[in-house]
């Protein structure tokens, strides 16, 4: 069964503390693995696309990383703007349809 | 529209009633998804539709959830004999053909049975 994992569940950082999220995956055939950023009553907001290992995606403070088992989100002097859920997910068809982990929820103290 | 647009965005009922939840996707956009999302988990696919057929249904948890799209536009969601189970923040996306870099998603409904 496919599966996705992130942790950590919660993560509390001082504002210019760089830290990383961590996105496990266990599938059958990964077509692309997706980050999202995800704001309290709101939908989530697409970040980045990876789709082979080795590859990397950066904006502003945040750098996505892929390798054949997991992802990581790196998050590099982050600000309280910085603050939201993290989302990951993974396509394993070519419907779209979109397997997600449960999410780091992440915040940023001034 | 701009985006996606979700209606209700909260909807309160009691349990054993059926309920509508409609999605506007960005016009243009032929994919739709709807997702379901409990408190403090990930989105969980419930439906994909490409135009006016659902493609891909495997997420549906049983037979009183159903979803419709006969324009290949707005799509609505139904859930009959609703279940105190049933309370989550119900998700719409669309994209164009499937592609996952414009696929937007809806700010949500909020479904509490009581």
């Known amino acids: 069964e496919d599966q996705v994992t992130q942790s950590p569940e919660a993560l509390r950082l001082q504002e210019g503390e760089s830290s990383s999220l961590n996105c496990s995956y266990t599938?059958?055939?990964?077509?692309?693995l997706f980050w999202y950023r995800q704001d309290p009553g709101k939908g989530p907001e697409f970040l980045f696309t990876?789709?082979?290992a080795g590859e990397e995606k950066e904006k502003e403070r945040l750098k996505a990383t892929l390798t054949k088992k997991e992802s990581f989100l790196h998050i590099t002097a982050p600000k309280p703007e910085d603050s939201a859920t993290y989302l990951c997910a993974v396509q394993t068809s070519n419907t779209g349809k979109l397997i997600f982990g449960q999410g780091t929820t992440l915040q940023v103290k001034p | 529209g701009a985006g996606v647009s979700q209606t209700p965005s909260n909807k309160v009922t009691e349990k054993g009633k059926y309920v509508e939840l409609r999605c506007d996707p960005i016009?243009?956009?032929?994919?739709l998804y709807w997702y379901r999302q409990s408190l403090g988990q990930g989105p969980e696919f419930l439906i994909y539709?490409?135009?006016?057929?659902?493609?891909?249904d495997s997420g549906l948890p049983n037979d009183r959830f159903f979803a419709v799209r006969p324009e290949g536009s707005v799509s609505t969601l139904k859930i009959q004999r609703t279940e105190r189970g049933d309370s989550a923040v119900y998700l719409c996306?669309?994209?164009?053909?499937?592609?996952?870099?414009?696929?937007?998603f809806g700010s949500g409904t909020r479904l509490t049975v009581v």
């Open positions: 539709f490409q135009g006016t057929g659902a493609a891909d």
């Open positions: 016009s243009g956009h032929t994919a």
């Open positions: 996306a669309s994209s164009l053909r499937g592609q996952i870099y414009g696929y937007t």
């Open positions: 599938v059958s055939g990964l077509r692309g």
């Open positions: 990876l789709y082979s």
